[in-house]
């Protein structure tokens, strides 16, 4: 169980990251995915920086083994994709972008988090 937690950590890092390496290199497209459309270069580029950032953050912690470091530091990371999602949903995007991608993304972390610190 840990081993497959480990695994999806070490995908969801990877997977932030590219999202946002495709926002410094998309970012009108990358907005649109994430469901609110802006043409504001310089927020996507932020934006872009800023997932990269978040993937980067756990890499020690995985690249180490410390699994239970790793498992607190996507639980602390848990509140981007809420955060995101709550964007999402103040501005008017669509629901399903905002639960779909945002909320899912999160509640997978919280389930590979847990598996992490407890077992």
């Known amino acids: 169980m840990v081993t497959i937690a480990t695994w999806l950590a070490g995908l969801i890092a990877i997977g932030i990251i590219l999202i946002g390496i495709r926002f410094l290199l998309q970012p009108v497209a990358s907005a649109a995915g994430y469901g609110v459309p802006v043409s ?4 996507l580029t932020v934006k872009g920086v800023r997932d990269i950032t978040a993937g980067l953050v756990v890499l020690p912690a995985l690249v ?3 699994q239970h470091m790793l498992g607190w530091l996507i639980l602390a990371s848990v509140f981007a994709p809420l955060g995101d999602m709550v964007v999402v949903l103040r501005n008017g995007g669509p629901r399903a972008v905002a639960f779909g991608v945002h909320g899912l993304t999160a509640a997978v972390m919280v389930v590979v988090a847990a598996i992490l610190i407890l077992v």
């Open 40 to 43: 504001m270069n310089a927020y």
């Open 64 to 66: 180490t083994g410390n």
